[in-house]
C-alpha cells in the first residue's frame, strides 16, 4: 500500500527473471527481523496466517526472492508477487490487486529503522500480507479491492483506502482461541503486534464497514482503534456488498471524531 508520497528509499532492481541482488548487510537486516519476528506473532497471528508462514516457509538467512513467493501463492490462490517501485501511483496499485499481483517494493529498511519506518519494504510485503495471499477469502477480497479501486473517484479511493487499512493492514480477527492479528501492517511490526492486543489503550471494535468508512486513520502512530471481525468471510461477503453506495452513506453521516491529536497526516 503506498502510505507516503516520497521515500528516502530506492528499490532494487530485479533481473529478467525476477530476482534482486541484496548485500550481506541487506540479507542481515531481513534475518534479524525475522529471527526477532517469529517467536512474537507465533500465538498472537491467526491460524490463517501461520498457515502460510508454513506454506511459504521463508529463508532466514537471506531476503526472499519474489519468483520464489510466487510460485507458492501461484499454487494456493493463483496469486503472484510483482517487484516494484518504493512507491507507485494508485492507479498501478489497484491494476496490480485487481489481477492478482501484490505489489512489493524490493528494498529493505536500513538498520537505524529496524522498528519502524512508514515506507512499506519487502519485510512488510512479504512477511506482512503474503502469508494471507494463501487464504482464499482474503486473497479474493484483496482483488476485488483493486477492481473496485481501479473505477473509482480519487475521492471514492480515500475512503476505500479505509477499508483496507481497517482490514489488510490493521485487522484484528476473533477467533475460538482469543482474539488473534490478520493485518500485515501489524503483524510486520514487533511493538504493535504485541500493543493491538494486549495494551489497554486502544479501542477494539467490532468490524462495521460504515463505521470503518467513517473512521479516520494517521499512518504514524500506534492504531487508537483496530476493527475486529469473526471470521475471513466477513471479508468475502464485503465483496458482493456495494460499497460505493456505502461510501455514499458514510459521507453523508460524516466522520467520527479522530481518537488522536488532529495533525497534518490525518486521512
Ligand atoms: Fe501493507
Redesign the pocket.
Known amino acids: 500500500?503506498a502510505y507516503k508520497k516520497t521515500s528516502s528509499y530506492v528499490a532494487k532492481p530485479v533481473n529478467d527473471k525476477g530476482y534482486a541482488t541484496y548485500t550481506d548487510d541487506e540479507n542481515r537486516v531481513w534475518q534479524d527481523l525475522i529471527t526477532r519476528q517469529i517467536p512474537i506473532v507465533a500465538g498472537r497471528a491467526c491460524d490463517e496466517y501461520m498457515h502460510g508462514i508454513d506454506l511459504l516457509n521463508f529463508p532466514k538467512n537471506r531476503i526472499p526472492q519474489c519468483p520464489d513467493v510466487s510460485s507458492v501463492l501461484q499454487a494456493e490462490t493463483g496469486w503472484a508477487l510483482e517487484p516494484v517501485p518504493a512507491l507507485i501511483p494508485f492507479d498501478q496499485f489497484f491494476n496490480l490487486l485487481a489481477n492478482k499481483k501484490f505489489p512489493a517494493a524490493t528494498f529493505i529498511r536500513r538498520r537505524d529503522e529496524l522498528d519502524y519506518l512508514q515506507e512499506?519494504d519487502i519485510f512488510?510485503?512479504v512477511f506482512?500480507?503474503c502469508p494471507l495471499l494463501t487464504n482464499q477469502a482474503y486473497a479474493d477480497f484483496t482483488q476485488t479491492y483493486g477492481k473496485l479501486g481501479l473505477h473509482a473517484s480519487p475521492e471514492d479511493r480515500v475512503m476505500l483506502a479505509k477499508l483496507y487499512w481497517f482490514t489488510?493492514?490493521f485487522g484484528l480477527i476473533e477467533t475460538h482461541s482469543g482474539l488473534r492479528v490478520y493485518g500485515?501492517?501489524i503483524l510486520s511490526s514487533k511493538d504493535e503486534t504485541i500493543y493491538c492486543l494486549e495494551s489497554p489503550i486502544p479501542q477494539r471494535k467490532p468490524f462495521d464497514a460504515l463505521d470503518v468508512l467513517r473512521t479516520p486513520y494517521r499512518i504514524d502512530i500506534k492504531q487508537p482503534i483496530y476493527f475486529v471481525i469473526n471470521h475471513f468471510n466477513v471479508l468475502f461477503q464485503l465483496i458482493d456488498m456495494d460499497l460505493i453506495a456505502l461510501i455514499q452513506k458514510a459521507r453523508r453521516l460524516g466522520m467520527h471524531q479522530p481518537l488522536y491529536p488532529v495533525g497534518e497526516k490525518n486521512v
Open positions: 500500500m512499506p512488510h510485503e506482512g500480507h489488510i493492514e500485515g501492517g
